[in-house]
Nanobody, 127 residues
Framework: QVQLVESGGGLVQAGGSLRLSCAAS????????MGWFRQAPGKEREFVAG????????YYADSVKGRFTISRDNAKNTVYLQMNSLKPDDTAVYYC????????????????????WGQGTQVTVSS
């Protein structure tokens, strides 16, 4: 059974940084693309960033490009989201997700393409 456990959320002032981590278990981690999504109150869950199964490709939402960096450590079965220059609009619950299919050639960026989800971690950015 796949388990994804996020950590690293918290309260930070605007302009600050946080690093989220997601530890995965249950499938061969290195075979699957990973993604981060977020959901603010009253809004749909939205894609934030994704990284290919090999780690060679990354993709970001326009709203976080240049500020957030996704990375993975296949030896530790962990994916990270480094968030810099945080803004109040970044306030949301952040979810880690794992691709449904192994070794996909095109990096997934929609909710439907991700089959497994963590419980979420709250990120609050104060102004």
């Amino acid at each position: 059974q796949v388990q994804l456990v996020e950590s690293g959320g918290g309260l930070v002032q605007a302009g600050g940084s946080l690093r989220l981590s997601c530890a995965a278990s249950g499938r061969t981690f290195r075979n699957y693309a990973m993604g981060w999504f977020r959901q603010a109150p009253g809004k749909e869950r939205e894609f934030v960033a994704g990284i290919s199964w090999s780690g060679s490709s990354t993709y970001y939402a326009d709203s976080v490009k240049g500020r957030f960096t996704i990375s993975r450590d296949n030896a530790k079965n962990t994916v990270y989201l480094q968030m810099n220059s945080l803004k109040p609009d970044d306030t949301a619950v952040y979810y880690c997700a794992q691709d449904r299919a192994p070794q996909r050639t095109v990096l997934p960026s929609t909710r439907k393409q991700y089959g497994y989800w963590g419980q979420g971690t709250q990120v609050t950015v104060s102004s």
